[in-house]
């Protein structure tokens, strides 16, 4: 049974698309996480909410659009697509939002714009 | 401005040897660190962690050891098996904030 998950796995879309993904976590925990790793593999925290509220908003374009149904989802939407945004995005989450918690990592889903 | 870095993207090492796997960082107000372990169409996994205030961690086979005045952390894997290859990650956060992730390294593990 998967803990943390994310649709789609793989997205292939055209430049000044709108795409989104998904996630959902079975563990109960309070916070979530989306991070986006590049190419040069860094792995980069873009949002973090906290009980449906958002506490961590990185300097991400507000092309992205973090939403959460309730503490279970954290959907992200990305407007407008363009080349620089294929990348692997990962969902995460943990118990509670001190990164002193262990985060548990979704699959990642691989997004390439053309 | 990377305020972790993983100098060396790969690291090949014989069965039943000693992995070393290293993390410098440059912000000295991390106060925790973690390392994370990634197998590929996986997300990280935590491994093991360490508070600024201690100078190791250990579990089972995994040592985590921590240098402040050299802003450096190392992951001990002894002895080293073929399950272990996959791609780790150093992280560092201040005060329960944000975890800063390094870019990795490929550990090969050789039978």
């Known amino acids: 049974d998967t803990a943390v998950s994310q649709t789609p796995k793989y997205l292939v879309t055209q430049m000044g698309n709108d795409k989104s993904i998904k996630c959902e976590q079975n563990?109960?925990?309070?916070?979530m996480y989306w991070y986006k790793q590049d190419s040069k593999k860094f792995l980069k925290i873009m949002f973090s909410?906290?009980?449906?509220?958002?506490?961590i908003n990185e300097t991400v374009p507000n092309r992205f659009s973090p939403k959460s149904p309730d503490k279970a989802h954290l959907n992200l939407h990305i407007n407008s697509l363009e080349l620089g945004d294929s990348a692997v995005y990962f969902c995460a989450s943990s118990p509670q939002r001190s990164s002193y918690n262990e985060q548990f990592f979704g699959p990642g889903t691989r997004l390439t714009v053309l | 401005d990377q305020q972790v870095k993983q100098n060396s993207p790969s690291l090949s090492v014989q069965e039943g040897r000693i992995s070393i796997l290293n993390c410098d960082y440059t912000n000295s107000m991390f106060d925790y660190f973690l390392w994370y372990k990634k197998y590929p169409a996986e997300g990280p996994t935590f491994l093991i962690s360490?508070?600024?205030?201690?100078d190791k961690n250990e579990d089972g086979r995994f040592t985590v050891f921590l240098n402040k005045s050299a802003k450096h952390l190392s992951l001990h894997i002894v002895p080293s098996q073929p399950g272990d290859s996959a791609v780790y990650f150093c992280?560092?956060?201040?005060?329960?904030?944000?975890?800063?992730f390094g870019a990795g390294t490929i550990l090969r593990v050789k039978s």
């Open positions: 563990l109960g925990h309070d916070t």
């Open positions: 909410y906290n009980n449906k509220e958002l506490i």
């Open positions: 360490i508070s600024s205030i201690k």
């Open positions: 992280a560092a956060s201040v005060q329960g904030n944000k975890l800063v």
